[in-house]
């Protein structure tokens, strides 16, 4: 099972972001990750559409945006449409989440579901076969740099285990302190995508091009 890195824009440079997104393809990256909050859902403000189309304007990498917001139906259209080629909701915030999910698709998007580290997998017991992947939170969400929730681990096997049950092709992401020492075993849990934030790729004083390599060798040695 191929492993994905989508890093994660709220922790780029903002001052030197073209300069950063360059270094993140030379490194290898599959996905940028856009985290979008209202400050109601989560307690943070962060990026809008419009960073979305500056950002399509300098590369061709496809857009994950996960929408930490309320009401994502009414956005979701804003922001598939400024270039996000795969778009999260979370299931805490989407009563009708089989309408949303199909919103997502009608678009040309591929849907995703998030969870909270709280939220119990039950919850997914009917829109599974729907999505293209689960996000799975490892850190209540609003805010970088925070340690891994306990127990989020084992829900990311019991996640896999599930999925590999009822024979369906669906990604797993995980969300929240992918550290370098972190991502080994999230990816052992069955995690197939990481979103990769100051943890690991934007790791102060490193820089992205030892992040970026310090991350790839740590995951290579899980087939050692």
């Known amino acids: 099972m191929k492993v994905k890195l989508s890093a994660s824009i709220m922790c780029a440079n903002f001052c030197n972001l073209e300069e950063d997104i360059k270094q993140l393809e030379e490194g290898g990256v599959e996905y940028l990750h856009f985290d979008i909050m209202d400050g109601h859902f989560v307690p943070n403000f962060t990026m809008g559409p419009d960073i979305l189309k500056a950002v399509r304007r300098i590369t061709s990498l496809p857009f994950d945006t996960?929408?930490?917001?309320e009401n994502?139906?009414?956005?979701?259209?804003?922001?598939?449409?400024?270039?996000?080629?795969?778009?999260?909701?979370?299931?805490?915030?989407?009563?009708?989440l089989n309408r949303t999910i199909q919103l997502i698709k009608g678009k040309g998007a591929r849907a995703g579901v998030a969870l909270n580290p709280a939220?119990?997998?039950?919850?997914?017991?009917?829109?599974?076969?729907?999505?293209?992947f689960v996000l799975l939170m490892t850190v209540n969400p609003g805010f970088a740099g925070q340690n891994l929730v306990p127990g989020t681990l084992s829900k990311i096997e019991k996640?896999?285990?599930?999925?590999?049950?009822?024979?369906?092709n669906v990604d797993i992401e995980v969300d929240g302190n992918v550290s370098f020492a972190n991502a080994p075993l999230m990816v052992k849990a069955g995690a197939n995508i990481l979103v990769c934030g100051t943890s690991s790729v934007f790791k102060p004083n490193l820089g992205i091009k030892e992040g970026m390599k310090k991350l790839t060798l740590n995951l290579s040695r899980l087939n050692e």
């Open 72 to 96: 994502p139906d009414e956005y979701i259209p804003i922001f598939i449409e400024a270039g996000s080629s795969l778009i999260s909701v979370h299931i805490e915030v989407s009563p009708h």
């Open 119 to 132: 939220t119990p997998l039950c919850r997914l017991d009917y829109v599974l076969e729907d999505v293209s």
């Open 66 to 69: 996960h929408l930490m917001i």
């Open 159 to 168: 996640l896999r285990n599930i999925i590999e049950k009822r024979k369906l």
